[in-house]
């Protein structure tokens, strides 16, 4: 049992170091970027527009991929907000002692820290749509990977936050595309 506290307290002191040395690089020009991408992704409304785009142009395949995608936004949010981050209980960063920059800052969410939602969200989609067009599948899974990103880079996830929240989207989404 010693031996797997102490791994878990590595991992801890690696996440926090990671978040510390992205907090403390500068990067001014990624960071009006990172805001903004960040801030576009809540409520899912990047995926929300790219499901618009493929239902509206990529024909009956784009239509299934949209409702494969938001179907599997719905299960992973719902996993996520309802059992996974009330059972994690893990504080947001605080900002200010790392000293992230102001320009990176989007409001901070009043939820638990573990899993990003965002990242979940981002990855069940591009999962989901994806695997009904599969042409679809490369350019969304780099979106949902920068979307996960930006949600260290603004601060408001440790980077094992974002992490778990991407492998957990991805294997919700592919949970839902097997039971629909």
Do not use: Q
């Not at 040395?21 to 991408?37: F, G, H, K, N």
């Not at 800052?105 to 939602?117: I, L, N, Q, W, Y």
Request: charged share 15%.
């Amino acid at each position: 049992m010693n031996g797997g506290r102490a791994w878990l307290e590595e991992v801890e002191r690696l996440d926090l170091a990671c978040y510390a040395a992205i907090a403390s690089t500068p990067t001014p020009r990624l960071d009006r970027a990172m805001a903004r991408l960040s801030r576009a992704a809540d409520y899912s409304r990047l995926s929300l527009t790219a499901a618009a785009g493929l239902a509206l142009f990529g024909g009956a395949s784009g239509r299934r991929a949209a409702v494969a995608g938001l179907t599997s936004i719905a299960v992973t949010a719902t996993v996520v907000n309802v059992a996974v981050k009330p059972l994690a209980r893990r504080r947001r960063p605080d900002r200010l002692a790392h000293e992230v920059p102001i320009a990176r800052h989007v409001p901070m969410p009043t939820s638990r820290s573990f899993p990003s939602g965002h990242s979940a969200a981002a990855f069940a989609f591009a999962g989901g749509a994806g695997d009904v067009v599969p042409a679809a599948s490369l350019p969304l899974h780099a979106l949902a990977g920068l979307v996960a990103y930006s949600r260290v880079h603004t601060g408001v996830h440790y980077p094992l936050d974002a992490i778990a929240g991407s492998v957990l989207g991805a294997a919700l989404s592919d949970v839902t595309r097997r039971l629909t």
